[in-house]
């Protein structure tokens, strides 16, 4: 396992236990405004925490997920044990 693999990985736990902890968002929760004149406050909060998971669900797939574990579509078919359903059809 590499060091640069080790130091990706703690960042994006450190990152998920901060989305985590932001998630429980009390403090919107009496706050009556509207952001963008339709959207309430606290809502509009979920969705920049929804983003920020997904940004962050991105950047552990591209930069902190194993090397062992990536799988090539030609190593994948070749291990499945399942039949192919739909078989490639020839171009017409």
Known sequence: MSQHYSRNRKIMWGLFLL????????WFWSDGRLVFGFLPVGLGYQVLISLAAGLLWGWAALYAWPA???????????ESPWPT????????
């Open 19 to 26: 989305l985590l902890v932001l998630h429980h968002d009390w």
């Open 85 to 92: 359903i739909c078989p490639t059809f020839p171009s017409r």
């Open 68 to 78: 062992e574990v990536a799988l090539t579509p030609s190593s994948h078919q070749e």
